[in-house]
């Protein structure tokens, strides 16, 4: 598919309980967000570090980004959130 590039970066938001992560489509940059569910119901039980499993799972991630990217699945303010449903 290919249709983004990823960033090598990454920020865990503990309010919102998320690990966010760019994706840049075109010119544009989209927000991105794995809720830390998704992290623990299908990468890794054990999430003490959830940037540290985002990034051993990095690529699956990106994949269901682009996917959810692809058939327009954002959210209200433009942002793509991957729940464990997604996964």
């Known amino acids: 598919m ?3 590039r990823f960033p090598n970066s990454t920020l865990y938001d503990s309010g919102r309980m998320v690990v966010k992560f760019a994706a840049i489509v075109g010119n544009d940059t989209i927000g991105c967000e794995i809720s830390l569910e998704a992290l623990k119901d299908n990468f890794e039980n054990d999430c003490l570090q959830p ?3 985002f990034s051993r799972h ?3 991630i990106e994949r269901i980004a682009e996917k959810l ?5 954002f959210e209200n303010d433009g942002s793509i959130l991957i729940r464990s ?3």
């Open 69 to 73: 990217i692809a058939q327009k699945r």
């Open 2 to 4: 290919n249709i983004a």
């Open 51 to 53: 940037t540290a499993v």
């Open 85 to 87: 449903s997604d996964c």
């Open 58 to 60: 990095r690529p699956a």
